[in-house]
């Protein structure tokens, strides 16, 4: 496509320059587009046979007298456009208009070099812009706009002038496809930006959860294996399975019902251990679909602020709650506990903010949690929808 690009970019500079009795320049275009064509597929065979490392810098060397060729070939059209300029009795404006197209060219293909290949070879450009090839942006539309916006004030000296015509006729849609094509591009970085912003933030908190949680579950693990060290076994091996999820499965985008809620089962499990008195705990399961994707790590939240603000607090007829089901696409969490009123701080903590974070960031305008504390019951219900 590049090569193809150069053919007809050469091949229209020769029709141009040869139809406005430019030899010298018109001649060095013709002879650039046939090299054009014969050298194609010599480069392709070449980059064929040759390694991928030795074809990228013979194509850095390419790039670079390629560029040298253009630059000698504006410098050439500007002094011969120039010539013609200045003893042009006819076609006077059309040679204007060459004169600064050729020396807009020379400083283009000046610049691209300077930052491309001497500059280049300092190291910090090397760190920074890795096997990149760094155009002068802002020179590059300061012309392209300046040329518009010239052509549209002098259109009234050259609209029957046929060579006008046809070159605003090439040039005001190629500039607006350049524009729109520059637009796109950014905001395709601004949504890429965002999207890696809102990833970065989500692992950040999916990091976040349940790490006080294992070290409270070691400590009871110690007088375990002294007290009943086939008890202390099993519950090890829960806890291998419960850090396995929260290390590895945790930093998933989404992961199934079924492990989101063997993962719930084995948090209760373990709770259950660390305390000497009774808790009431039901866990309602009605779910159609286990194989159903959810973001990981999602209900336990929940279910640690009931034992934290709840059993923790309670000295005894403390109760967990808990129904999760599921219909077509809908997910439905519901948990409920009781607490102490004098230790309410169910609605506070990093825990809360940081699901309802996870909530917005994930699934926007698709979930709703109710949170509600009355008298001594505190409810949460969770209601996502996966369409």
């Avoid at 929940?302 to 109760?319: C, T």
Wanted: aromatic letters at 16%; a positive charge; hydrophobic letters at 50%.
């Amino acid at each position: 496509m590049v090569g193809l690009g150069l053919f007809l970019f050469f091949s229209i500079g020769a029709m141009i320059t040869l139809n406005l009795d430019m030899e010298v320049t018109g001649v060095l275009f013709m002879c650039a587009a046939f090299g054009t064509i014969v050298y194609l597929p010599l480069f392709w065979l070449f980059t064929r046979k040759k390694k991928k490392a030795t074809s990228q810098a013979w194509f850095r060397k390419e790039v670079f007298w390629l560029s040298i060729a253009i630059g000698f070939l504006g410098l050439i059209g500007t002094i011969e456009a120039y010539v013609f300029l200045a003893g042009a009795i006819k076609s006077y404006h059309n040679y204007l208009i060459l004169t600064v197209l050729f020396a807009e060219l020379l400083l283009f293909a000046a610049a691209f070099v300077y930052i491309n290949f001497i500059k280049s070879s300092t190291q910090q450009y090397r760190i920074n812009n890795r096997g990149k090839y760094l155009f002068p942006t802002q020179l590059y539309w300061l012309f392209a706009i300046g040329n518009g916006v010239a052509l549209i004030l002098f259109n009234d000296y050259w609209s029957e002038d046929q060579f006008f015509l046809i070159f605003v006729s090439f040039y005001f849609p190629v500039l607006f496809f350049l524009m729109v094509r520059w637009m796109l591009d950014q905001i395709r970085t601004i949504i890429n930006l965002k999207n890696e912003k809102s990833k970065t933030e989500l692992m950040h908190l999916q990091s976040q959860v349940n790490p006080h949680f294992f070290f409270n579950i070691l400590n009871n693990l110690y007088g375990w294996v002294e007290k009943d060290p086939q008890k202390a076994q099993e519950l090890i091996l829960k806890l291998s399975d419960m850090m396995r999820y929260s290390i590895y499965d945790g930093q998933k985008d989404f992961v199934t019902l079924e492990e989101e809620i063997l993962y719930l089962k084995n948090y209760i499990e373990l709770h259950k251990m660390r305390y000497l008195k009774k808790i009431g705990i039901s866990f309602n399961i009605d779910i159609q679909e286990m194989a159903s994707k959810v973001m990981p790590l999602l209900f336990i939240i929940l279910l640690e602020n009931a034992f934290k603000h709840g059993v923790e607090n309670l000295r005894e007829n403390a109760y967990i709650k808990i129904d999760i089901s599921n219909k077509k696409q809908e997910i439905s969490f519901f948990i409920e506990n009781n607490f102490d009123p004098e230790n309410d701080r169910q609605h506070t903590g990093i825990g809360l903010k940081n699901l309802k974070r996870r909530l917005e960031l994930v699934y926007p305008n698709r979930h709703t949690l109710l949170l509600s504390a009355k008298e001594n019951i505190y409810k949460a219900n969770l209601t996502i929808n996966l369409a």
